[in-house]
């Protein structure tokens, strides 16, 4: 089983440049490299809008993420409305709270961080999954579990009541795979049995080094895994992205 991660594509229209990048054709150059990777499967992890959420925007995307060929799942981010995304894309491509699957031996699991917090109802359903089974489990959520030693992220951006969501994973000493994006990098985090893999934006890349929101570079990423029955590789590809005005 092959699947494509993206995340973070921060969709501005009608010509606007944010940050001087034309996220539009970034999200197309993405989607038309994916296209190319024989995927069975593809997941967005959030923040498909600049800003506040448009279902101008996801209706401007979903005929694109139609043609990459393959079913997707979006798992919405702090900058989205799941009923929004919902109107634009139909039920079968988003979730209320919590969703889960089986995947080549794996537990695929998705939680709806997009309020920046997990509610009591999403936890308990994550420690009831985690104590049903003993394979490998492979989380999709837009924020990271815990911080990833990105200053200005880890200070103002981390998801409210991630030290619960931590403890879950940690107590259930399953191995486990968090796929996220919500950061802009392309980081590993390894703590006991969990994994976290933080995959580069569509958008831009933050700086690692500021306690102040820094851009990194303007080059552009996705993710493949390979699962193949209790087996799991991951890679990130760059892409160069398309920065067209110069920011004073």
Known sequence: MRLGILNDLHIALNGEFSHGVDTCQN???????????????????????????????????MPHLHEVGVPFCIVPGNHDSVSLIKAAAGVDATFDEYQRDILDDHT????????????NAQLEWLHQQLNAGSGPVVLFIHHPPTTLAVPYMDARHSLSGREDLM???LKSGRRMMVFCGHYHVDKVVIEDNVTIFSTPSCYCQIASHTDEFLVDHYRIGYRIIELSHRSLTTEVRYLTGNKVLQMS
Do not use: F, H
């Open 27 to 61: 999200t197309l150059d993405v989607l038309a490299a994916m296209k190319t990777e024989r995927l069975d499967r593809i997941y967005l992890l959030g923040d498909i809008c600049l800003q506040d959420p448009s279902i101008e925007t996801y209706e401007w995307l």
């Open 167 to 169: 403890r879950i994973c």
């Open 108 to 119: 695929i699991l998705c939680l709806d961080s997009s309020k920046s917090q997990l509610n």
